[in-house]
């Protein structure tokens, strides 16, 4: 399917998710802008919202109200329905995490599954869900969650070397500055508070030594940071306790052996307190206030209403299950009403301050706006250790729909597609990435960079407009010397009798039962028959990719420098009298340096060490006699560390077909030869290969007419490889070229 997506659309997109990583690498919590999900608007503004069937109130704000649930997978599921007919918004609570509502109409999803232990907070504004989530580091102040009372702040219990303090703690762009309460005791702790209401918030705390605690209530303005009024309490209610209050009186919830649960009410003009006994501890009881009344009630009993003044009790008409308090003064029950059924109640003052309730929402199924909810995409991956694939996915608001997916390689223009047409899970839409990039003959490695990650979502039954996100992510695998076109897997090079040169893709980091898989050969370029040796050298020029050696026929040796794209840059001439040298390997670090090395056989048996300089302009220093008698030897490998030693390793293999190891000793040197096997002479071509099998070990290629094999490496000296692998590489056309590098 040819994307909606444009040029311009994924240019727009990844500049906008570079504005939205606040919220976690690879995750998140709404769609930046330029890929928002696109919906009708509501087809009946002046309906009820909708609370969710099976779905627990959250929290309420003054244009919305949050509720949860669970879906198949066990995650809890949060939506933010506004009051209006604006569509919901459904995100993901963090994993083992909780969230409040308050401030307005700010959700704050924390680290922690008790809001009061919660450190690590985001705080998105629903009255504006589009703007920049806020990140607070309470941990960094040695800090706790307390209450929420802005879309930038939230009030805190910090640890002092004296104690604990109450502060205000702001977020202002990359500024986070906090701010103490005063007034409140010196050994105050255990904080809790109310909604806050008219710029003030009532906090309570416990006082006192361990064995005697006693609570305590303070009405606190916030933008003073001073405490207004106090009030004593039984107990700090730290683990159960809910507060509030109005105009005209504080409440909270109190707890003694004899009177069960009941809830504390004070008079702010006269001081007048009274007991409202709700019931046992364990009784799920609810309250709230309203002006000057008092709403409780419990799943069992209709809810009521007591003027805390006159004495007063209505019945609500509402059986209710759960009860959150309003920045407005207001409080939101869910339950059922018998004239017009389950669903949420609002509870406010009418203008004789009595109470009256409306209906705010109903309960019923939830039909949501298709759109990505969530990335599930890394800002980096290394498939070297990811065991060659990475999983994306994208968490939709309704699962009735299919994932278009192209991933595009910023430098190259490269991409790869894919059509998820069914989530894994609930509405989650996910694939294993195996790093591989489509072309016309075949798919090869992705290469290194960054990649656009564009998703769009659409709705099986092709109503609705599209949902769009896009992401970056960086894709990177370790050094390979074999690599020359910058995706981290092994390429081989080979010249035909012609004198083309040609470069073979091995497919190593996305094995299939182990196997090792090839790509079309690649057509480098002809007039390469005038070299008497051509060797893959690794980096001898300070770029990322490898390169290559070549000595003609008078003996000069040329550099080829990779351009990291599979071609090769012009050649360079750096050296003369290479004549003299029948063989030559390169390729491996032989001195642990962290540069590639190279070393050469003249005919007289004498091995030579050219030390790598990291300079293209000349890129090996004066060399080195290391010993004599190598002249028994017709095949010459730099393989790498495979024996586990100090620096790489050389392989050689003698003129009656046995193959032995010398490990590099780390100064250029090397350590009595260990032999490998015989059986060897059975092939025309021994190539070091890099690590083909994800197993942090290079390993060995071995040629003959017909087939390539692998040998894996073990990093055991005295048994260096295991059995031979069969790959597709040459096969059935060995006799076709002649140098193999």
Known sequence: ?????TGTRLALAVTAVLAVTAVGAGTLATAPTAFAATTAPAEQADALPVLPEGSELGGVGSTGFLSWSFDRSGTRILV??????GDPIRFQAPDGGGFAVGGGDVVVLGDASWTLQMRKLTLRNMAAPAAPTVAIDLAALKGTFVAVLSPTSVLAQIETEDGWELHVVTRNGATTTSRKIDGLPEDANEFTASTVQDGHVLVGYATGPYEARTGGRALVDVAAGTVTAPYASVESGYDFTSLMFSGSQVAWLDYTYEDGLYVTSVDRKTGERKKTVLGPRDSQAYFGLVGGWLVYGSPSEPARAVSLTGGETRDLGVTASAAASSTDGSIVLQGSRATDGDGLFR????????????????????VMPLAIEQVHVPEVVNLDKTGGRVTLGWTLSRADAYLDVTLTHIATGKEIKKRLTAPESGTEFSFDWHGEIERMDGDVDAPNGKYAVEAEATLLDGTGEPAYQGWFMNLTRSYNSH???????TDVLFRDTDGVLWREDLRDHTPLYGEVRTTKATRIGAGWGIYKQIEAVGNVGGAATGDVIAVDGSGVQ?????KGDGTFAPRVKVGTGWQIYNKIAGGSDLDGDGRSDLVATDSAGALWFYKGTGDYAKPYAARVRVGGGWQVYNQLVAVGNIAGTAAGDLVARDTTGVLWLYQGNGRGGFATRVKVGGGWGAYSHLVGSDDLTNEGRPDLIAADTRYAYVYRSTGDATTPFRSRQTTDLFTHNGLWFNIVA
């Open 1 to 5: 399917m040819q994307l909606r997506s």
């Open 80 to 85: 933010w329905t506004p009051y209006d007919g």
């Open 347 to 366: 509870v406010a003052a009418a203008e004789d301050g009595a109470p009256t309730v409306t209906k705010a929402a109903a309960t019923g199924t939830l």
């Open 483 to 489: 690599d020359f076109n910058d995706n981290g897997s």
């Open 558 to 562: 040329w550099l080829y420098l990779g």
